[in-house]
């Protein structure tokens, strides 16, 4: 009897608890075009789309990388990131934020700076 009084009193616990909804937050990475406006590797970047100037700010891990696919060591990034530079970054938006997780220069000598890939 003791048995069957701690099985449904433990049932009866159990039942009583909330279950826990899991959230899934789905990220959407976004890509635009513009030119490099402002390059602080302290603060953000600011790129000049065709809408106006737009202020990036960096994510855990941005990678640098060419539109041929070589990753930009960060001893370059000084001299790579000029005003004028053509890029394509690649974003997720957080709220009002725009959080860079990848931006792609141009080759040098190549005039196409599309890094032919979705992501």
């Given at each position: 009897m003791k ?7 433990a049932i009866g616990?159990?039942?009583a608890?909330p ?5 899934v937050v ?16 302290a ?8 809408s ?5 700010s960096?994510?855990?891990n941005?990678?640098?990388?060419t539109?041929s ?27 009002d ?18 890094d032919?890939?979705?992501?």
């Amino acid at each position: 009897m003791k048995t069957i009084t701690l099985l449904a009193a433990a049932i009866g616990i159990f039942t009583a608890m909330p279950l826990s909804a899991q959230t899934v937050v789905k990220t959407t990475t976004v890509a635009s075009r513009g030119t490099v406006s402002t390059y602080d590797p302290a603060t953000g970047l600011v790129v000049t789309e065709p809408s106006g100037p737009v202020t990036y700010s960096y994510g855990p891990n941005v990678v640098y990388r060419t539109s041929s696919g070589v990753v930009i060591p960060a001893a370059e990034l000084q001299t790579r990131l000029v005003s004028g530079a053509p890029v394509r970054v690649h974003y997720v938006q957080d709220g009002d934020r725009r959080v860079v997780q990848r931006v792609v220069l141009r080759d040098r000598g190549d005039k196409d700076d599309d890094d032919d890939d979705d992501n």
